[in-house]
């Protein structure tokens, strides 16, 4: 009797340490299933946005300006991939003594890939005159650029 | 008695030990291995998409074209543009500016071929320059080679005609003469044995023929590449002002 009673105890604590280790291992495991399908997705998300980054390919296509000197038009051809945003600075130079600076941007536009648009620059200070310098850069949101050099006409 | 005892509590250490092990394993498989399989097939995607670019690039930076722009007659007010792809890759012309007009294009051009495009019509202005750009699918912008063209008193004006000569070479000492009946200037010939292609430009003075020969060094003589002296005409305004002559040496 006594032997059957005692019997019983070690059945029953490795039944319930059993329960306990499975009870605590699933959720380990869980957890880790859980935290492990974050930590793929991150990374995959972040090496799709590098990638993206080093597909980005575009150029400034061609500049002019408009007869008074106040505008200035930058077409950006998109020639990669993926589409793209981006912001357009120009620096003009006036070589006329004394020489002047003048800074411009347009944000945020759209390039959709294979496109090309037209990004008007207006110059609110000194219009530009002919022959002076203007330094163009064209600076994508995924942090690659594109410059170029055009004398006013 | 004691020692069965003990038996019993390693009996139930292990069944423990073994569930253990099991959900270790069963994380590692279903959580960790898989976690790491695609992790690594995303790096193996990014690093192909990597080549992919570089070669794009290289692709890019191998183009070679010239393009001439010019009026389909001395008082037209449509340009024509000639695209000759001197590289070695094949080039799509996407665009073709004349001032700050674009005119969408979709012409493909093969390597060491030519094509005329256009007529693109151009509003005259007197006393206005004209510049003519292509630009292809790789990103390449290409100036016209025969220069700025300049339209004033009702007439076209390029700066100059020329005769633009190519040899693909490995390796060769060649010389090259451009002449018609009433003029032969010097001509050209390289310094010494030379590796790798050779361009040489001749400006002439005015439209018409002119004779192409490109002779290369062989045992002590001059021998005339196969396909040469050629008869080129140079027919601007009508025409391009600027010709190109290729001329293989590589296996001669």
Redesign the interface.
Known sequence: MTRERRGLT?VI??II??AV??AV??A??SY??G???V??ND??NG??S??KE??E???V??V?NNSDGSIL?V?I?N?GDVDIVVDVYANATHYAAPPTYNFSSTLNTTVVSGG?VRIEVSYQGNPLQIGDEVAIKAHSRRQNNAYSTYYAS | MRTLHIM??R??RG??TV??TL?FI??LF???I??FL??KQ??T??TQ??HE?EN?DEERASEVVEAYGYPVNETSSELMVRVANNGVVPIKIV?I?V??V?YSQNTMVASLETEVLGPFPVSLKDGTSYVV?V?T???N?FASTAGTLYFTDGYWFTPSLGIHVLVLNWVGKYKISIYNITWHPEGYETQGIDFGDIEWSQLVDEPGGYTVSVMKKKGGDWVPLPGTPIGVVITWPGGSPVINVIADGRDF
């Open positions: 070690p604590a490795t340490l059993s280790v499975i291992g699933g380990v495991w880790a299933q935290a492990s399908i930590i793929a990374y995959v090496t799709l590098l990638m080093v597909t390919r575009f150029t296509e061609h002019s038009y077409w051809y020639y090309i | 019993r509590l009996k139930g069944v423990s569930l253990g959900i069963g994380i279903s959580a960790v898989p976690m695609v992790m995303a790096d995607i990014y998409k990597v670019m794009r665009r500016w001032n700050d674009d750009k630009t699918e790789r990103g912008v």
